[in-house]
């Protein structure tokens, strides 16, 4: 009894010999002068049906240094999702070559018909002796089982902007109809907080015909730097009325060369 309580007083030392060595970074966008920016707290809404799958773009930003390897991993997701795959890719935004960026990409499955939030969802890195912890911010999902009646489809689509000012993102999207009556597109559902949809172009699309809906949305309050738009379609087909969700719309703003310089080397005045 003596000998195995030893053990696990034992087994508990180490264990906090391991923690003090653990250095834990949270919730942390940039840090000053450390050379080094993360952008990945989300806002945004995401429509889909069961199995399927979703992308959300983690920036890394470093100055000088192009050692990107680590450990990743998602903690905190909601029952209705998993995470699927997560990878990390080069990325070329910037002409300056000290400037170095890298993309993870977190895979996230839709599990359960229902809706819910992800809100304390955080993608873990591991390198070394360091954990580094990133809130992945706060996204609706609605979830629906996919019906068994035909669709509208989605050839081309703009899958998203990136630029170094934040402005109120534009979706746009060519719908190709299947059915044998005309279609209306009579409306499209987000909900996005600071974000709102200020004008439809949506013309009546023909039979076996093709034509583009464009979203104009504005800003109601200060944006934040990422956002992820799958949109409900709501449509209507000679007399029945249908919904679909739409495809991702990303929308991403990174600082230019100039702002980073001065927010990762400290000298931000």
Known sequence: MIHKRLVILGFLTLLLIFASFMY?????????????LLISQYQGYVAGYVNDTVRLDIYWIKIGNNNFSGVFGVRNLPSCLSADKITLTETVYFKNPDINERTISVRLKLKTPGRCGMKDAYLII???NTIKKLHLG????????????????????IIGSIGSEPSPPMLQYTFYNPFNDSVKILNVVFEVPGLRVLKLQAPVILPQGEANLTIITENTTKMGRLYIIRPMIIYKAGSRRYSMPAEAFYYATIPDEKKLSSVLTGEEG
């Open 126 to 128: 591991q390198r070394q």
């Open 138 to 157: 706060s996204i609706t999902f609605e979830i629906y089982r996919k019906p068994d009646h035909p669709s509208l489809r989605i050839p081309k689509y």
């Open 24 to 36: 834990f970074e949270r919730d942390k966008d940039s840090i000053a002068g450390s050379g080094e």
